[in-house]
């Protein structure tokens, strides 16, 4: 059985990066929502890094040094 890649709206990843903040661990956040611990971590590392910018666009991250001048 092949799995398809899942995407996530940005509201839904700023709402997983809240409840790891929050009282949540990243074992319960992952069983609720069933997603790998890579992506929970890897989506709170991006909060961290950017802030409320993180998920601005859809499956793309805020990066200021990737704009064009």
């Known amino acids: 059985m092949v799995r398809t890649r899942r995407n996530f709206p ?6 997983i990066v809240k409840e790891l903040e929050g009282s949540k661990t990243l074992a319960q956040i992952v069983r609720e929502h069933e997603i ?22 859809y499956e793309h991250i805020y990066k200021e ?3 064009i001048a």
């Open 10 to 15: 940005p509201e839904f990843k700023l709402q």
């Open 36 to 57: 790998d611990h890579g992506v929970v971590t890897r989506r709170y590392r991006e909060y961290r890094k950017y802030g409320d910018n993180a998920f601005l666009g």
């Open 65 to 67: 040094d990737a704009r």
